[in-house]
Nanobody, 121 residues
Framework: QVQLVESGGGLVQAGGSLRLSCLAS??????????MGWFRQVPGNQREVVARISSGGSADYADFAQGRFTISRDNNKMSMEMNNLKPEDTAVYFCKLETRTTPFHIGEGYWGQGTQVTVSS
């Protein structure tokens, strides 16, 4: 199993910045880690992708995150710098790790517990 521990959430004023971090641990090797990403969810809404980063470091961003958020990773650690935060960014942010499909294992997705980000106006 894989465990994901998130940190960095909190309360910030509009226009401020936060850095979210995610640490993956468990019985997993670095070569088994494929894509990692950040998702967010507002109560009553579906979970939506914020940013994803491949094992090779290629990043994709949702339109609302482009130009404001920057995702990065170092082995089993992933971070996301969030700048110029807006009240509409308020949500629970989740870390996700996806494993590679091999002749011995089918790829799986793992989720962290989520960390609250609140942006005040």
């Amino acid at each position: 199993q894989v465990q994901l521990v998130e940190s960095g959430g909190g309360l910030v004023q509009a226009g401020g910045s936060l850095r979210l971090s995610c640490l993956a641990s468990g019985r997993i090797s670095s070569f088994m880690v494929n894509t990692m990403g950040w998702f967010r969810q507002v109560p009553g809404n579906q979970r939506e992708v914020v940013a994803r980063i491949s094992s090779g470091g290629s990043a994709d961003y949702a339109d609302f995150a482009q130009g404001r958020f920057t995702i990065s990773r170092d082995n089993n650690k992933m971070s996301m710098e969030m700048n110029n935060l807006k009240p509409e960014d308020t949500a629970v942010y989740f870390c996700k790790l996806e494993t590679r499909t091999t002749p011995f294992h089918i790829g799986e997705g793992y989720w962290g517990q989520g960390t609250q980000v609140t942006v005040s106006s």
